[in-house]
């Protein structure tokens, strides 16, 4: 029997399992034998390079942004409207056959947009080209899914269940759970709050289905059994999704309403080119990307150049959210948990600055100063740690220049006010 005729026997057993009490840990068990047997569905053949008739796609420019949809809804039609790339479109389904990259210019960045073939149900078991286009997203900073406005809602869920089927998890943070595998010792089994949705026992059975006898745990949240199996699996990418709600001419205004009401959604029209602004800004804000310019000693810096960091990282280390409702670093959230924070942070530190400037550059600095949304007063002297936001300006005081005179001027900024002005903001930045 192959790895999809399992999963289908899996889940069929799910499905006609009563879910109460008694069955929550056969339940539990099974969905990890699932988990297992995907990961295993990932792995690229025996035998194979691993890749081969991929849609392998230089990455170019900041960022990288795919759009994930159903056939017809419009991918083609939007790549070559906001990047001028010609791709070809039509009404018929599976116009586009490949990965067709096109280059956004917006605020003083390039993104790069990929439109791929259209996906369907199945597409995770490899359907169609599914599997290739999954891939695709998953080397991408965020996904947008666009869905044919005038089509059902299910197709939303669809769609997700299809990338989740292969690890993506969309709009969702990991989960606040610690994990570690060790060598002796057996189980040791923490939470810092009262568990609602799983026990000890329950936890116990799906590392014992992944033959892990030795590991400690800590939940940190009152998580799910699928938040455990993600953090034991461990390679989940958590990726931002923008929903983007097509072909909006075609549907009434009430339904239209509707539709931009739902989180993290934008509706538009290609036909008439209506809220192309909207959806620009919104695929801005979730990809967290930060630009801070340079500023040589006694120069203005050069405001159409920026250096370009991210707050997102790619692994399954930290994500910031740019939600209101998780706070940046380490502060506490609405859930009265405290966030923790992986050594790994983001990409934005001025270490990371540093480094994308030039490698060896680090060792040279003596500190930077900072002025923009990050420093506290202007400019602010900061080490290496500092984290960078977008908009910052750096000048970089190298080790030999600084015993001179930096310090010195360093020294008359410290009795500034300890919060922005809205006068300092607009002041020049003398330096
Ligand atoms: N009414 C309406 N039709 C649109 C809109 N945008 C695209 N279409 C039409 O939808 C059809 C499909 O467009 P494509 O851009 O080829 O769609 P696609 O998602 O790339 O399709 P595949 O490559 O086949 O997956 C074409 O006939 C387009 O003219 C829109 O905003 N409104
Ligand atoms: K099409
Ligand atoms: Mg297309």
């Known amino acids: 029997m192959g790895i ?3 999963i289908k026997e899996i889940e069929f057993e799910m499905a006609r399992t009563q879910k109460n009490k008694a069955t929550e840990y056969h339940l539990g068990q099974l969905k990890a034998k ?4 995907r990961t295993q569905l990932l792995e690229p053949p025996k035998g194979s390079s691993g890749g081969g008739d991929g849609f392998e796609v230089t990455k170019f420019g900041h960022g990288r942004v795919a759009l994930i949809g159903f056939p017809s809804v419009g991918k083609s039609t939007l790549l070559t409207m906001l990047t001028g790339t010609q791709s070809e479109a039509a009404s018929y389904e599976f116009t586009t056959l490949t990965c067709i990259p096109g280059i956004i210019h917006y605020n003083d960045t390039k993104i790069q947009l990929l439109d791929l073939p259209g996906i369907i149900e199945g597409a995770s078991e490899g359907k169609g080209r599914g599997r290739q286009v999954i891939a695709v997203a998953k080397s991408s900073d965020i996904v947008l899914m666009v869905l044919d406005a005038s089509k059902s809602e299910g197709h939303r869920q669809i ?5 989740e089927a292969v690890g993506l998890r969309l709009n969702k943070r990991p989960p606040q759970i610690y994990f570690k ?12 709050m009262p568990l609602t949705h799983v026990d000890e026992k329950l936890c116990y059975q799906i590392l014992h289905e992944y033959k892990i006898h030795n590991a400690e ?4 949240e009152d998580a799910t059994v699928d ?10 990418k958590y990726m931002k999704c923008v929903y983007v709600y097509n072909k909006i001419d075609v549907i009434g205004i009430d339904d239209v309403d509707n539709l931009a009401r739902q989180p993290n959604s934008v509706v538009i029209s290609c036909n008439l080119r209506l809220n192309f602004d909207r959806l620009l800004a919104k695929m801005w804000e979730e990809m967290g990307l930060v ?16 250096v370009v960091l ?5 692994a399954n280390s930290l994500y910031f959210w740019t939600d209101a409702m998780f706070v940046l670093v380490g502060v506490s959230s609405n859930f009265g948990t405290t966030i923790c924070v992986p050594q790994d942070r983001g990409g934005c530190s001025v270490e990371d600055f540093c480094n994308h400037i030039h490698r060896s550059l680090v060792k040279d600095v003596k500190y930077v100063l900072v002025w923009g949304i990050s420093a506290r007063h202007y400019p602010q002297h900061c080490g290496l740690a500092h984290a960078l936001h977008d908009e910052d300006v750096v000048q970089v005081v190298k080790k030999k220049e600084g015993n001179e005179g930096a310090r010195g001027r360093f020294k008359s900024h410290s009795d500034a006010p300890a919060r922005i002005s809205d006068r300092q903001k607009k002041a020049p930045l003398k330096q």
Do not use: H, M, W
């Open 291 to 306: 630009r801070v310019y340079t500023k040589p000693q006694g120069q203005q810096p050069d405001f159409g150049d920026p």
């Open 34 to 37: 699932i988990a297992k047997l």
């Open 227 to 236: 938040d455990f199996i993600d953090v034991i699996e461990g390679n989940r």
């Open 217 to 220: 745990i800590l939940f940190r």
């Open 4 to 6: 999809i005729e399992k």
């Open 159 to 163: 769609l997700t269940k299809e990338l």
């Open 310 to 314: 991210s707050v997102v990282c790619n």
């Open 181 to 192: 595998k060790k060598k002796t010792g057996g189980i040791s089994f923490n939470s810092t």
